[in-house]
């Protein structure tokens, strides 16, 4: 009878901790340019010993969200789209920021304006989805 009432313990206890739930997001904020663009940066934190992939992002402020990562080749720098997501190695931080990872914005609400707040869905391959509100900005926040 232990035995048994030691592993509907064991069962509840393992079935109610989120082992999905590895992924931290801090330091969020958005540049924003008066074309209607901008650009998503973020520090992620994966504190699981596997990896894990940012399938994709969404904002209902936003007509096109994309994930990109900025190259340099030969003075030429360019945005590749990364349609197969960003990978978050295990353990480890990975910033987006400028002139690296980020997440581009375009068609933004056109009545958004400096300091205001977005919303932004990210979706991850073995994490929970995670909802940020960054704050638009023109440069990085000093930290």
């Known amino acids: 009878m232990k035995r048994l009432i030691f ?15 590895h992924i931290e997001v801090s330091n969020s904020w958005a540049r924003l340019v008066p074309n ?10 994966n504190s699981h010993s596997e990896s894990d992939i ?3 992002a969404s904002s209902p402020n936003a007509k096109s969200v994309m ?3 900025t190259q340099r080749k030969d003075n030429i720098t360019s945005m ?18 400028p002139g690296s990872f980020h997440i581009m914005l375009s068609g933004l609400d056109k ?17 929970e989805n995670i909802t940020l509100y960054p704050t638009l900005k023109i440069k ?3 930290l």
């Open 7 to 21: 592993l509907f313990t064991f069962f509840l206890f393992i079935s109610s901790q989120n082992v999905s739930a």
């Open 67 to 69: 994930l990109h990562e």
């Open 80 to 97: 590749k789209h990364l349609m197969m997501g960003i990978k978050i190695p295990e353990n480890k931080n990975l910033s987006l920021k």
């Open 140 to 142: 990085p926040p000093k």
């Open 36 to 45: 209607g663009m901008g650009a998503l940066y973020f520090d992620i934190q």
């Open 111 to 127: 009545g958004l304006k400096l300091g205001d707040k977005i919303e932004v869905l990210l979706e991850f391959k073995n994490n």
């Open 54 to 56: 940012l399938i994709r």
